[in-house]
């Protein structure tokens, strides 16, 4: 199982809802916009036979996602990556 998401915290940053992360940005914006969240954290599930570590491209895309959210006033909290019973956090890391 595969798949990327963005989570949408509350003021505690337990999980509200969950939006798919699509390539279209416009339509996750919406959606982004119309369930009014504030903190955000993508959870990145990889299959479990791959390590929980971050790539490079996971890395571009924290960024990067860091850097379109802030004019809507949204923040990452987290980019949380599962494998199995193995997972990593970019906040625990220091990467945030």
Not at 24 to 42: H, M, P, S
Request: hydrophobic residues 45%.
């Amino acid at each position: 199982m595969a798949g990327l998401d963005l989570l949408i915290l509350d003021r505690t940053w337990r999980p509200r809802d969950r939006v798919p992360l699509a390539h279209d940005w416009r339509t996750v914006i919406g959606q982004l916009l119309a369930l009014e969240g504030r903190w955000l954290a993508i959870h990145q599930q990889r299959p479990d036979d791959t390590p929980a570590l971050p790539r490079p491209a996971d890395i571009a895309l924290t960024r990067a996602l860091t850097r379109r959210l802030r004019p809507l006033d949204m923040r990452l909290a987290d980019h949380m990556i599962e494998a199995g019973e193995s997972r990593f956090s970019f906040r625990a890391a220091g990467l945030l």
